[in-house]
């Protein structure tokens, strides 16, 4: 059961992933319809069905074109690679064990957790490509980050008779919020007004897991953004005034926490407790 699992969740996170490079071409590039069939971006031709397969196509092409031969990026098949790891990753984490066993009452609630998080996955690998190469982030891929966490997880809470996890997702949000609304205030350079909406729609996550998701997911994406910009200031690519995306570095540490915070944040408390004895 756990390898159809895997299975189901692999294949499913390939097509998601090749969605998410539609999402970012079409978005990224100020495209508002995403009806449009999907076209070589140096030829204009139409892409054929048989070469939209994720990741096997770009390889049976060598990377090019069939129509004309321009180069096909390889950031199209790591895209679809990362998104099909990330809802492997998703579908093994405890919260989700219940779809291994279909009879149990928890497999519903399971379910709709799963689905949140597996669309926080494709939305969220598209939003950091976009931010990190063109400095936006879509109003309308947060808005359905904040809405998949909302309706899944709510709905979620509500089957599994736990409103004190949608109280606390609630919170997450508003801190997050709070916490990255005054870092806009102070330093608006520093800190987008995307970056401010994207922190609120992931704390809705990062405070459903646990209060230790929510610190250890906002910690690690200071982290990594604090070490991008020195590197960048080490290798003289940037200055102390050039703007980051910070939005990549979000997205990252909020799976950080989904993933890991709560173990860690147990670690980081009971190794404190026994200093203190």
């Known amino acids: 059961m756990m390898l159809l699992v895997d299975f189901i969740a692999s294949a499913l996170g390939l097509a998601f992933g090749s969605f998410a490079n539609v999402l970012i071409i079409r978005l990224g590039q100020s495209h508002s319809s995403l009806r449009n069939p999907s076209a070589c971006t ?27 031969g321009a180069r096909i990026s390889a950031m199209y098949p790591m895209v679809e690679l990362v998104t099909a790891s990330l809802f492997l990753v998703v579908v093994n984490l405890p919260f989700a064990r219940p779809l291994l066993e279909p009879s149990t009452v928890d497999v519903i609630p399971a379910l709709l957790m799963t689905l949140a998080v597996w669309w926080l996955a494709c939305a969220g690998v598209a939003l950091a490509v976009i931010d990190f190469q063109t400095m936006r982030l879509p109003n309308i891929l947060v808005l359905s980050v904040a809405m998949a966490g909302l309706l899944g997880l709510g709905c979620a809470s509500i089957l ?29 350079r520093g800190m987008g007004m995307g970056d401010v909406k994207l922190s609120a729609a992931l704390g809705i996550y990062l405070g459903w897991f646990g209060w230790g998701a929510w610190i250890l997911g906002l910690l690690f994406a200071f982290l990594l953004g604090a070490g991008y910009g020195v590197t960048l200031l080490g290798v003289k690519k940037g200055t102390k005034r050039t703007p980051i995306a910070f939005g990549p570095w979000l997205i990252i540490g909020a799976f950080f926490g989904i993933i890991f915070g709560n173990q860690v944040w147990d670690l980081y408390l009971q190794f404190l407790q026994q200093a203190l004895v």
């Open 42 to 68: 140096s030829c204009g031709k139409e892409i054929l069905r048989r070469d939209n397969l994720p990741v096997v196509s770009w390889f049976l092409l060598r990377g090019r074109c069939r129509s004309c």
């Open 160 to 188: 599994a008779q736990e409103p004190n996890l949608l109280l606390r997702s609630f919170l997450g949000a508003l801190g997050s919020l709070a916490i990255f609304g005054v870092i806009h205030l102070i330093s608006p």
